[in-house]
């Protein structure tokens, strides 16, 4: 006699086949390593950095701009195009599109390993952003569209570990990598991971769209695909030049403004939307959206400074730094998953308030770190880190997920990354230049009192540790005496920037207190909770 579902754990009257409800965790594997893979990418980037800089063979011979253009152009086409793939996903199929993103990306990973040039690197990395900005909305998306609603919170719990996982082992893996094999190694590793994910979804994944779409609004994706690369681009900018006040930066800021503000008007009077901005008067959906901005914001700042202060500061290689920052992967990895028991226990506006808290708490104890404090308290505030950013995300990611229907998954999903790409470029934007800042206040006096030291050398030696350190290794004997005040100048900027993402992590906590739901919040999603068409998912049976 057949089995029903109900009695192999499915809801009895669930929107899900059961074909689809059987290998639902092995869904989750495989969107968990397209990911993964898309995030890795990024953090092994930086590790690289160095020997991309170096002369032929070894590396490009890249300059500083190019660099940071190696790591822009690829944030730059990916928030740009966030919003924009979602939608895709939700009218033509998540499926074909996330199989899409996966092989464009593959393509461009293979194209940026061999790279003639500096240039050559920053228009392949454009292209992988190309099919990162694909891939990341339909994971999320498919997700949804796969687990029943009890199962959603523990399902993202997981997703959301993975891309902490993917964040921490980057460094790691790229330091592996450049000791064994020449710079483009970073790229092509991706390859083989790309052609086991791709058959692997064509096999496991079902596909998965909006049954009624309504018309395509290409006035709406135009405005918000212009809107937010003017926007990111401004930011980055602003990172760039470490000043806000420039006119391009400025011009750019507006400009992506206005057009943002042109986007929400025209999607108001639209009778297609691309996306409803009726969601964003839901406080709950509101305040999930900016806690997701405000904990990146915060934490890519310090990612940004800490990378500083483990190398140039104390010591450690890119492979042992990477190493370093494996407690809050693995803390997310042990907490993200059972973020819902507590959710379940004393509800979202609890635990991601305590968890916003948690966050700002560990960014304070950034304090206590000097020249040669005991690594064992980075350690702690690391996991203690992670622990309070498995109990932000789940939660909110699940909020902002379940306040669309399902149908409207791949919008949620890219409104989720989207917000999370702008805080994240703003949190390195903005405290990149207060940490330049702060470091270049307190070493010029330092430089200005080196005998025979020209003016230009002395603004170049300022802009950052790195450069002080160069300055001082070229000057011989004569430098050391500029190791010391420069590693204490750098401690005293790395601990004003942590006082500012501590600012904005206690900020996302009365947001989050003020306006998510309590215990007892408002229970049902817009599509009450019923099962979505079955011709929806029964694509992939």
């Given at each position: 006699?057949?089995?029903?579902?109900?009695?192999?754990?499915?809801?009895?009257?669930?929107?899900?086949?059961?074909?689809?409800?059987?290998?639902?965790?092995?869904?989750?594997?495989?969107?968990?390593?397209?990911?993964?893979?898309?995030?890795?990418?990024?953090?092994?980037?930086?590790?690289?950095?160095?020997?991309?800089?170096?002369?032929?063979?070894?590396?490009?011979?890249?300059?500083?701009?190019?660099?940071?253009?190696?790591?822009?152009?690829?944030t730059?086409v990916?928030?740009?195009?966030?919003?924009?793939?979602?939608?895709?996903?939700?009218r033509?199929?998540?499926?074909?599109v996330?199989?899409?993103?996966?092989?464009v990306?593959?393509?461009?990973?293979?194209?940026a390993a061999?790279?003639?040039?500096?240039?050559?690197?920053?228009?392949?990395?454009?292209l992988?952003?190309?099919?990162?900005?694909?891939?990341?909305?339909?994971?999320?998306?498919?997700?949804?569209?796969v687990?029943?609603?009890?199962e959603?919170?523990?399902?993202?719990?997981?997703?959301v570990?993975?891309?902490?996982?993917?964040?921490?082992?980057?460094?790691?893996?790229?330091g592996?990598?450049?000791?064994?094999?020449?710079?483009?190694?970073?790229?092509?590793?991706?390859?083989?991971?790309?052609?086991?994910?791709?058959?692997?979804?064509?096999?496991?994944?079902?596909?998965?769209?909006?049954?009624?779409?309504?018309?395509?609004?290409?006035?709406?994706?135009?405005?918000?695909?212009?809107?937010?690369?003017?926007?990111?681009?401004?930011?980055?900018?602003?990172?760039?030049?470490?000043?806000?006040?420039?006119?391009?930066?400025?011009?750019?800021?507006?400009a992506?403004?206005?057009?943002?503000?042109?986007f929400?008007?025209?999607?108001?009077?639209?009778?297609?939307?691309?996306?409803?901005?009726?969601?964003?008067?839901?406080?709950?959906?509101?305040?999930?959206?900016?806690?997701?901005?405000?904990?990146?914001?915060?934490?890519?700042?310090?990612t940004?400074?800490?990378?500083?202060?483990?190398?140039?500061?104390?010591?450690?290689?890119?492979?042992?730094?990477?190493?370093?920052?494996?407690?809050?992967?693995?803390?997310?990895?042990?907490?993200?998953?059972?973020?819902?028991?507590?959710?379940?226990?004393f509800?979202?506006?609890?635990?991601?308030?305590?968890?916003?808290l948690?966050?700002?708490?560990?960014?304070?104890?950034?304090?206590?770190?000097?020249?040669?404090?005991?690594?064992?308290?980075?350690?702690?505030?690391?996991?203690?880190?992670?622990?309070?950013?498995?109990?932000?995300?789940?939660?909110?990611?699940?909020g902002?997920?379940?306040?669309?229907?399902?149908?409207?998954?791949?919008?949620?999903?890219?409104?989720?990354?989207?917000?999370?790409?702008?805080?994240?470029?703003?949190?390195?934007?903005?405290?990149?230049?207060?940490?330049?800042?702060?470091?270049?206040?307190?070493?010029?006096?330092?430089?200005?009192?080196?005998p025979?030291?020209?003016?230009?050398?002395?603004?170049?030696?300022?802009?950052?540790?790195?450069?002080?350190?160069?300055?001082?290794?070229?000057?011989?004997?004569?430098?050391?005496?500029?190791?010391?005040?420069?590693?204490?100048?750098?401690?005293?900027?790395?601990?004003?920037?942590?006082?500012?993402?501590?600012?904005?992590?206690?900020?996302?906590?009365l947001?989050?207190?003020?306006?998510l739901?309590?215990?007892?919040?408002?229970?049902?999603?817009?599509?009450?909770?019923?099962?979505?068409?079955?011709?929806?998912?029964?694509?992939?049976?």
């Amino acid at each position: 006699m057949a089995t029903s579902p109900s009695a192999q754990g499915a809801p009895a009257e669930s929107g899900v086949p059961e074909a689809i409800h059987r290998r639902r965790w092995a869904i989750l594997v495989v969107l968990m390593f397209s990911v993964l893979v898309v995030v890795l990418d990024n953090s092994i980037l930086n590790v690289a950095m160095k020997t991309i800089a170096s002369p032929k063979p070894t590396g490009l011979g890249a300059t500083q701009s190019q660099l940071e253009w190696a790591i822009n152009s690829y944030t730059l086409v990916f928030a740009g195009l966030l919003f924009t793939a979602g939608i895709l996903g939700d009218r033509i199929g998540r499926k074909k599109v996330l199989l899409g993103g996966m092989a464009v990306f593959g393509m461009g990973s293979v194209l940026a390993a061999f790279s003639g040039s500096p240039g050559e690197l920053i228009g392949f990395r454009a292209l992988m952003g190309l099919g990162a900005a694909f891939v990341m909305p339909a994971t999320l998306a498919i997700l949804v569209n796969v687990f029943e609603r009890e199962e959603q919170a523990k399902a993202i719990g997981i997703w959301v570990a993975a891309v902490g996982l993917a964040i921490a082992i980057g460094p790691i893996t790229g330091g592996v990598l450049l000791e064994h094999f020449w710079w483009g190694s970073v790229f092509f590793v991706n390859v083989p991971i790309v052609i086991v994910g791709l058959i692997a979804m064509v096999v496991l994944v079902p596909d998965s769209r909006d049954p009624a779409p309504g018309r395509v609004d290409p006035l709406g994706v135009l405005l918000s695909v212009v809107g937010l690369v003017l926007l990111v681009y401004g930011i980055i900018k602003g990172g760039q030049l470490a000043d806000f006040t420039d006119a391009q930066v400025l011009g750019s800021i507006a400009a992506g403004l206005a057009v943002l503000g042109l986007f929400v008007v025209h999607e108001k009077r639209s009778d297609h939307p691309a996306i409803d901005i009726g969601y964003f008067r839901n406080p709950a959906f509101s305040a999930a959206i900016a806690a997701v901005a405000l904990v990146f914001f915060a934490l890519m700042g310090v990612t940004f400074f800490m990378v500083f202060y483990t190398q140039s500061v104390r010591g450690y290689s890119a492979l042992e730094s990477g190493l370093l920052i494996l407690p809050l992967a693995v803390a997310q990895l042990i907490f993200a998953p059972r973020a819902r028991l507590v959710v379940e226990r004393f509800g979202a506006r609890a635990v991601c308030t305590g968890g916003m808290l948690l966050v700002a708490a560990t960014m304070s104890g950034f304090l206590l770190l000097g020249v040669d404090t005991p690594i064992v308290v980075l350690e702690v505030l690391f996991f203690a880190q992670g622990t309070g950013m498995a109990h932000i995300m789940p939660p909110v990611t699940t909020g902002i997920m379940q306040a669309l229907p399902r149908q409207k998954a791949g919008s949620g999903s890219a409104l989720n990354n989207t917000f999370r790409q702008v805080g994240g470029a703003l949190g390195v934007a903005v405290l990149g230049s207060v940490l330049s800042t702060a470091y270049r206040d307190r070493i010029r006096d330092t430089l200005a009192a080196v005998p025979g030291l020209p003016d230009s050398v002395q603004r170049s030696a300022g802009e950052s540790v790195e450069a002080t350190m160069g300055v001082a290794e070229k000057l011989g004997p004569r430098g050391q005496a500029l190791v010391g005040p420069a590693q204490d100048a750098f401690v005293h900027a790395m601990h004003i920037t942590a006082l500012g993402s501590a600012g904005v992590a206690v900020l996302g906590a009365l947001v989050v207190l003020a306006f998510l739901p309590g215990k007892e919040g408002p229970g049902r999603a817009p599509d009450d909770g019923r099962a979505h068409p079955r011709e929806e998912a029964s694509a992939g049976q």
